[in-house]
């Protein structure tokens, strides 16, 4: 059984209010550009390219620099595709909340778990690290809280934080969804954002203030957890509500050309808005040292989303057979490619050039990155079907 056909099972059993949209197209080319530049990072990471001067090696060095944003990108696929069920034109009942969660940790925990326990395992042959380190470091991703700590953080696969991250907002989905509900899109992505943002901008005047001191550390892990990162998902919940609002159930990936234009003129008005409260709490609140970075580069990642999913040809070219079986696998390959990178770079140091080793490792890393991840899809979907034979058997044997 594959991961597809485990997940149209769980689809099978829910009731009809419950079932999930079909797929955009979109959303599969944004999955498969926010993985490839999270994989370029990576790689540049481990291959530090030098810029050359030119057009072309600036642009590159551009590019390679801020790969890091595609997890941006990621966070607001995730708010949007949470949401749309709820908050878009279906507008269907929520999931109880044990539900939610099952279906969620069903989603990514097999996947992670084998992932996890393979690259503990290969750092425990290496014995580079103390094995009570690499075993607390297991434990703490293993139960999703090494985003807490400075020790954990990256620990075994530096990527694995945003796994925390991510189980962050699941469990704080439910609640979000619920202000969403109560007190429209608009208002609730502005409340959280300027909530958000605001503590943000406290917590960095009091490290500043307090050098050395624990608000410090605090300051620099906020970072990676919620509340500082769920401005990201806020907003792929609001355009999840803006989508194609008033229309029956989706039918089409593409909206009509009468729906591009309300949905425009509503979402430029949503980020004028945001840039005002934050502006506007930055004069009234001088001691607030507002983070501007990582809200321009949210917006401008929100802007490239947007007009990329306004665009029909996405929405053709997210129908292909290689965009589509990539971004099936995008999930596993976020799992695996970052520990395969960095044992390739370290094998070929000194062998190569920088430029040839890059090459190499965009090729042939990339391959390996999605042959390896085809084949995690394939244990996890066996593991889960394994999972879900095992209440069968036991039912039919009490029968």
């Not at 034109?89 to 393979?118: K, M, N, V």
């Not at 062998?351 to 090459?359: I, M, N, Q, R, Y």
Request: positive net charge; proline residues 8%.
């Amino acid at each position: 059984m594959s991961l597809e056909e485990f997940e149209e099972s769980m689809n099978q059993r829910a009731t009809p209010q419950q079932l999930p949209l079909h797929r955009l197209p979109q959303l599969e080319v944004l999955r498969v550009l926010a993985m490839t530049w999270i994989f370029l990072f990576h790689l540049w990471s481990v291959v530090p390219l030098a810029p050359n001067g030119g057009t072309f090696g600036l642009v590159l060095m551009g590019v390679l620099h801020s790969g890091h944003l595609g997890v941006v990108v990621f966070n607001i696929i995730t708010g949007f595709v949470l949401a749309l069920p709820h908050l878009g034109p279906a507008r269907r009942p929520a999931l109880t909340y044990g539900d939610f969660l099952r279906r969620r940790f069903l989603r990514i925990c097999p996947h992670y778990y084998l992932a996890l326990l393979l690259w503990t395992t290969m750092m425990l042959l290496k014995a580079h690290e103390p094995t009570s380190a690499v075993v607390l470091s297991f434990v703490a991703h293993a139960f999703f809280v090494h985003t807490m700590h400075p020790t954990t953080l990256f620990g075994i696969v530096p990527a694995y934080w945003w796994l925390g991250l991510l189980v962050q907002f699941y469990l704080l989905f439910p609640l979000v969804l619920h202000l969403f509900q109560r007190l429209g899109p608009k208002r609730s992505g502005l409340v959280l954002c300027g909530i958000c943002w605001i503590g943000w901008g406290l917590l960095t005047r009091l490290a500043v203030l307090r050098p050395g001191s624990p608000w410090e550390m605090v300051h620099y892990m906020w970072y990676f957890n919620l509340p500082a990162r769920l401005p990201e998902f806020a907003l792929g919940m609001w355009l999840a509500a803006a989508w194609n609002p008033g229309a029956p159930p989706i039918s089409t990936p593409v909206p009509a050309l009468p729906r591009r234009v309300p949905l425009a003129l509503s979402f430029a008005a949503f980020v004028l808005g945001m840039f005002l409260c934050v502006i506007v709490a930055g004069k009234l609140f001088p001691l607030i040292a507002i983070p501007l970075l990582p809200i321009y580069q949210l917006a401008w990642c929100f802007v490239g989303m947007v007009a990329l999913c306004m665009w029909p040809p996405v929405a053709r070219l997210g129908s292909s057979r290689i965009v589509t079986g990539v971004a099936a696998v995008s999930y596993s390959i976020y799992l695996v490619h970052q520990p395969l990178l960095g044992g390739a770079a370290r094998w070929l140091e000194g062998k190569v050039s920088l430029p040839t080793a890059f090459g190499l490792l965009l090729v042939v890393g990339g391959a390996a990155s999605c042959g390896l991840a085809w084949a995690l899809d394939w244990l996890a979907a066996r593991v889960l079907s394994a999972a879900e034979e095992r209440p069968r058997e036991r039912t039919a044997k009490r029968q």
